[in-house]
Nanobody, 119 residues
């Protein structure tokens, strides 16, 4: 059974940085085609943040985080990272990751990690 666990969240002041990790386990080799990060702020819908493939395909980031966030991966560890710099209060949310499968669908969601950015 595939299991996804996020870590690295916390409380940080505006302008600060955090590095989130997402580990997928239970796959026979790499999990799916890649992984994606999403976030959900209080009272808002979940939104896409970034995705990366296990192959050499380019990564994607949503417009609001470009230039501040970076996504990377370790294929050997079935792990993806989200480096978040220049954090803003509006980045406050629960950040979750999931395995990207066929047709860019996402499955096997983790429980998420809370990121809180104070002003």
């Amino acid at each position: 059974q595939v299991h996804v666990v996020e870590s690295g969240g916390g409380l940080v002041q505006a302008g600060g940085s955090l590095r989130l990790s997402c580990v997928a386990s239970g796959c026979t080799s790499t999990c799916g085609y890649g992984m994606g990060w999403f976030r959900q702020a209080p009272g808002k819908d979940r939104e896409f943040v970034a995705s990366i493939s296990w192959s050499e395909e380019p990564a994607y980031l949503t417009e609001s985080v470009k230039g501040r966030f970076a996504i990377s991966r370790s294929v050997a560890k079935n792990t993806v990272y989200l480096q978040m710099n220049s954090l803003k209060p509006e980045d406050t949310a629960i950040y979750s990751c999931a395995v990207r499968t066929v047709n860019n669908a996402y499955h096997y969601w983790g429980q998420g990690t809370q990121v809180t950015v104070s002003s």
